[in-house]
């Protein structure tokens, strides 16, 4: 299975610092085939396992939604729209989310059940018995994995208990999900911290504190760490898929809209209209027949009309209702709409 960037870029983050310990690095006899965590941490205080979501393991919840592509109520969209967004235009979305969760919930399960053995085994194996132990679930290529729906899983998963009460993944005291699927205060990387049922050591809180802002440093880019009980989720936005390089100029605006919503304060109807007007001062001009504009100005205006796909899919607009807010009209002006028949 191939190595997806962000799983490689944080292994090798970890490298760098010099509080973490690669395990499999460590010599352990006739012990080194063992089944065991990734990394040490703060003079092996911490143990951490490392997951990693991959398109192949989604797979299956991404056909969920892919069999409802064709339905009357599956809004019409360009580029991305997070799934709770796409979702709120179903008659029977509960139905729909719940067969998302179970198949989130397997994969989630497999993650716990083994890390938990993992961590248990580390632990035993160095006699670290009072060592924390920190699930990092990455996730940079599956966005119908949101990390709401992610949170929720792991936040079930870590009060699971047994018939006698106790924890069913006692050897897991918090989970790290780190997301780049989606952008919280348009930050590049976001990273939630899902805690169990007991609070870590301050020495431990500070130690992932400042793991944190070293991601951040080490990606070159702020990072947004949050508690998923102290924010709306309707702040976290699906990142749109852009190049990393070369930048063409209608993904560098993109990126530039995200970081400038100059239309997140306005209500859906005033944004239809935007929406609206820019398409009939464009729509001439790419019509056989129509106006010419200077190339300039076409491409400014496209530009504009690409904030307004950026701010529709934020908001789960639903396109096939679009054309009712636009005046023929204005557009007949500038061409003969009939010339093209």
Avoid at 6 to 19: H, V
Avoid at 33 to 57: H, M, P, W
Wanted: charged share 25%.
């Amino acid at each position: 299975m191939a190595v997806t960037s962000i799983e490689n870029r944080f292994e090798q983050f970890m490298k760098t610092l010099p509080s973490v310990e690669l395990i499999d690095d460590l010599d352990l006899g006739g012990l080194s085939g063992s089944k065991k965590a990734d990394y040490f941490g703060l003079g092996r205080n911490v143990v951490f396992e490392q997951k990693c979501i991959t398109q192949d393991q989604a797979q299956k919840i991404q056909g969920f939604m892919d069999e409802h592509e064709k339905e009357d109520w599956y809004p019409m969209f360009f580029g991305g729209m997070d799934i709770n967004k796409i979702l709120d235009h179903a008659p029977n979305k509960e139905e729909i989310q719940k067969k998302i969760i179970s198949k989130t919930t397997q994969l989630i399960e497999y993650y716990f059940k083994n890390s938990n053995s993992q961590i248990s085994a580390t632990k035993m194996i160095f006699n670290i018995p009072d060592s924390i132990g920190i699930l990092v679930i990455l996730n940079d290529s599956v966005s119908v994995l949101s990390p709401e729906i992610l949170s929720h899983r792991i936040q079930a998963r870590l009060k699971q208990t047994r018939e006698d009460f106790s924890r069913r993944f006692n050897e897991v005291n918090l989970v790290i999900l780190i997301t780049e699927t989606h952008q919280y205060k348009n930050r590049a990387s976001s990273v939630l911290r899902i805690d169990g049922p007991s609070p870590v050591p301050r020495k431990v809180e500070e130690y992932l504190n400042y793991l944190v802002l070293a991601w951040g440093q080490f990606n070159g880019s702020g990072v947004e760490y949050v508690h998923p009980d102290n924010f709306s989720w309707d702040e976290f936005v699906q990142k749109e898929e852009i190049q990393k390089s070369p930048l063409k100029r209608h993904e560098a605006r993109t990126i530039w809209y995200q970081q400038n919503p100059y239309m997140r304060g306005w209500t859906d109807e005033e944004v239809m209209k935007f929406g609206a007007k820019v398409f009939e001062e464009t729509a001439p001009a790419m019509i056989k027949g129509g106006i010419k504009v200077p190339v300039e100005v076409l491409g400014e205006q496209t530009l504009v009309f690409g904030d307004f796909i950026a701010e529709a899919n934020f908001r789960g607009f639903d396109m096939k209702n679009f054309g009712k807010h636009i005046n023929r009209e204005n557009i007949s002006k500038f061409v003969d709409l009939k010339s093209d028949e």
